[in-house]
């Protein structure tokens, strides 16, 4: 399994890299699917903390997991979002759907 | 007489390059002293707009993709060309969440985000063709 992948129970932690845009997306997306495949996932928790840019391609990788784990009733959080990646998913409306910088429910600052 | 500077690059539509094509405005853009936060808008409109040219127009077939950046007092023109496919109904495709790509999970709001980061998006295209956008930002509107 790629290293940027952790499976703990239910939760699968992935660690995003420093580019979110179209170059690496569909390699976060196979893993991910692949992992939800073999595994029971309920949780997706995205590590954006070496990341300091995304585009609409990388929106467009969180909203694709974010319907599957819906599909077996889980959730999706991101954590570590710096301001410019929170302006992202703010604006895609994405935050609406996931939890952002959350952490046992307490909210955690935006770096 | 307005201070004027201008870059011009040509490379291969490739996704690789679409970093390279949004790092070279960035650092281009750096003359305008610009803040961080309009550094990351720039980078953003730059990505959608390429990454539109890579998929969209090229859509895996080989081409170059012509990036042009203008400076002009206080105000950044950005015009990025391909000779691709070219889009059939320009207003539709800017609309949000629109995608021709929804099994690659295209979110649809690559138009939505330059027009969001940039102060105005002009979209050209022709059929056959290809397309062309033209984005216009000032820079330090915000600071005194």
Known sequence: MDQNFIVKGTCMFVKLPEDLDCKNAAKIRNESDKIMENENIKNIIFDFKNTNFMDSTGIGVIMGRYKNIKLVGGNVSAVNVNSTIEKMLTLSGIHKLISINEVSGLKMPVK | ?144
């Open chain 2, 1 to 144: 007489m307005k201070s004027t500077n201008k870059m011009k690059i040509e490379f291969d539509s490739n996704t690789n390059n679409i970093g390279f094509a949004r790092v070279s405005v960035a650092a281009f853009l750096t003359q305008l002293n610009p803040t961080l936060e309009e550094v990351a808008d720039v980078k953003t409109a730059v990505s959608e707009a390429v990454t539109n040219a890579v998929i969209h127009g090229y859509d895996k077939l080989a081409g170059y993709i012509e990036l042009t950046s203008v400076l002009e007092e206080d105000t950044i023109t950005i015009t990025i060309v391909d000779k691709g496919k070219g889009i059939e109904d320009v207003n539709k495709a800017m609309e949000p969440l629109f995608t021709t790509k929804s099994e690659n999970e295209h979110s649809g709001m690559g138009f939505m985000f330059m027009q969001a980061f940039m102060d105005e998006v002009d979209v050209k295209s022709l059929v056959g063709e290809g397309t062309t956008v033209i984005m216009k930002k000032r820079i330090g509107c915000e600071r005194i």
